[in-house]
């Protein structure tokens, strides 16, 4: 008679572990659209959903660029040999770096007024055209440049990059 197996100890990986670094980039991406079009529909009869909106939206993108930059871009860069590529690589960060200085605008922008609206259109074209960019450029030239080997690990260092930047921002 064989023994019960005990139930393992090791935390189960999550789903995201078992998905390439491209697609998991690309879910990110899809979730800041639809946030991001969400809050372009959210009207200044709504304040407060605009709000939460743009408070989920921030985080998603601060969770998003730090694992981009601290994991997906280095890889990036080290396999790029091209100028090209490079060059991919530098403007990818400084999109990043503009993004950062839109969103304390929004915020200290009224929920109420026209100019948060228009401030929101900012955000959603500036944060489109990266990921649209990144989707149709440099995503394409990783996969040329690494093996599904490399992508399959580079995304299972993405998702624990991941759990770990959404745990410190819930902790504050």
Not at 45 to 65: F, G, W
Not at 85 to 105: K, S
Not at 152 to 160: D, H, S, V
Request: net charge negative.
């Amino acid at each position: 008679m064989m023994a019960a197996r005990k139930p393992s100890a090791r935390k189960k990986p999550s789903r995201d572990a078992e998905k390439d670094a491209l697609a998991l980039l690309k879910e990110d991406h899809q979730r800041v659209r639809g946030l991001l079009s969400e809050l372009d529909q959210a009207t200044d009869k709504d304040p407060s959903k605009r709000e939460k909106l743009l408070a989920t939206i921030e985080q998603e993108l601060k969770v998003h660029t730090k694992i981009e930059e601290d994991v997906f871009y280095p890889a990036f860069f080290d396999a790029a040999h091209k100028g090209d590529d490079r060059e991919l690589y530098f403007e990818a960060v400084e999109e990043h770096h503009v993004v950062d200085l839109v969103l304390p605008e929004i915020q200290n922008t009224d929920p109420s007024t026209e100019q948060f609206a228009a401030k929101a259109k900012v955000l959603k074209d500036l944060v489109e055209h990266h990921a649209d960019e990144e989707e149709s450029e440099m995503f394409p030239r990783a996969r040329k440049l690494m093996n599904h080997e490399v992508l399959m690990r580079l995304g299972q260092e993405l998702a624990r990059a991941k759990e770990s930047a959404q745990a410190d921002m819930s902790r504050g």
